[in-house]
């Protein structure tokens, strides 16, 4: 007991270690994982407070209030509601114990700190985390174009000179239009599941 309180005073149990795949299922945050939804974890943090879980779908967040407490917190954040950015690596110097990744999810931003032996695998991690923020950037500036243009071209049609019955009928096809646009692309723009992205970065 004594040795959990001064791990706690100097700070070392905010120190992870990555967890083995196969030690995943050992942990709190499997527990709260989709199975039923086909959701993997393909990346795991534990300290002796908390633990930070990356699956295909979100980032868990199993947050304890200090290493003696059983008391946990659960947070999810769905990759597609919380967009991933300011993605940071900072590697240990000559005298530190740990290396820290750093990313904001929506307004939320997150430090870990880990074990400075497993920058190997810390960096997998960041390769993924900056590839999926790369990615979730590019179709929100491509979503909000496509509805732009969508906007542009039913304001064309609202101060064109055609008569009101053809108008009324280009509208109809137009907003008709808009819809499906919107709804067959919604699922390119609004991507839910990276599951392909940590399978190519993720080692292992």
Known sequence: MLKKFASDALGLSDIGKIIDPNDFDKTDADDYVRHEDEEKIYFLIKTKADEYCFTNLAFIHVDGENAVSS???????????????????????????????????????????VDKNQLEQLNDLYKALVYISEITQENKVMKKMGEQSLENAVTVLQNSRTHDTDLADQFKQMTEYGFSWLQSNYEQYHQKDFGDIFEKYINQ
Request: net charge negative.
């Open 71 to 113: 008391k946990r917190t659960l947070r999810r954040y769905p990759y597609s509601q919380y967009q991933i950015s300011d993605v940071l690596l900072e590697t240990a110097g000559r005298v530190d114990f740990d290396i820290e990744i750093k990313f904001t999810l929506g307004n939320q931003e997150f430090t870990i700190d």
